[in-house]
T-cell receptor, first 110, second 113 residues
Framework: KNEVEQSPQNLTAQEGEFITINCSYS?????LHWLQQHPGGGIVSLFM?????KKHGRLIATINIQEKHSSLHITASHPRDSAVYIC????????????WGAGTKLIIKP | SAVISQKPSRDICQRGTSLTIQCQVD?????MFWYRQQPGQSLTLIAT?????????ESGFVIDKFPISRPNLTFSTLTVSNMSPEDSSIYLC??????????FGQGTRLTVV
């Protein structure tokens, strides 16, 4: 079993839909990161969480430390949100290294 | 927070040649890491770049193939040597000052032909 699991692997939705991407982990963490990887490969950091909830524009990230689970939500989705969304955790035991999820490929259709 | 500038963002290279990827951080950071993402795969740690000493490589990665430099606390390079098509991947650097933070380069998309 992978230490960081994302679901779903692939998600196709219509423009305007509310999107939820999940990340579960099995290790003790210092922080959890959500990143966006564009179709060309470029990577952008979206959020870094250690507790609670963060919001930036139409993106919301939450984390439940007790349940070892985080969600990334996109409200009023748009075709430009189409990308791979990756969850990564900083393990307490890994000397700052990150453990990466496999990513969720999101396609928003107009 | 810190900002990392990673260059180049993409390159197409001939097999047998080498490519050096650079990451410049706008502030001093304790730790820098290099990751590889092969097509359809998760990001995998190549090595930890240590300032002033040899990098620490993960299993399956060797210095001759992926030499890494870190001359100071704001800069690191990764070289992909004697490239083959199997080296076609996205390479990513990240940096951390404390365990609760991580910053990322934009990634380098390498295609070897």
């Amino acid at each position: 079993k992978n230490e960081v699991e994302q679901s779903p692997q692939n998600l196709t939705a219509q423009e305007g839909e509310f999107i939820t991407i999940n990340c579960s982990y099995s290790v003790g963490i210092s922080a959890l990161h959500w990143l966006q990887q564009h179709p060309g490969g470029g990577i952008v950091s979206l959020f870094m969480l250690s507790s609670g909830k963060k919001k930036h524009g139409r993106l919301i990230a939450t984390i439940n430390i007790q349940e070892k689970h985080s969600s990334l939500h996109i409200t009023a989705s748009h075709p430009r949100d189409s990308a791979v969304y990756i969850c990564a955790v900083g393990s307490m035991d890994s000397n700052y290294q990150l453990i990466w999820g496999a990513g969720t490929k999101l396609i928003i259709k107009p | 927070s810190a900002v990392i500038s990673q260059k180049p963002s993409r390159d197409i290279c001939q097999r047998g040649t080498s490519l050096t990827i650079q990451c410049q951080v706008d502030s001093q950071v304790t730790m820098m890491f290099w990751y590889r993402q092969q097509p359809g795969q998760s990001l995998t740690l190549i090595a930890t770049a240590n300032q002033g000493s040899e990098a620490t490589y993960e299993s399956g990665f060797v210095i001759d193939k992926f030499p890494i430099s870190r001359p100071n606390l704001t800069f690191s390079t990764l070289t992909v040597s004697n490239m083959s098509p199997e080296d076609s991947s996205i390479y990513l650097c990240s940096a951390s000052q404390v365990a609760t933070e991580a910053f990322f380069g934009q990634g380098t998309r390498l295609t070897v032909v």
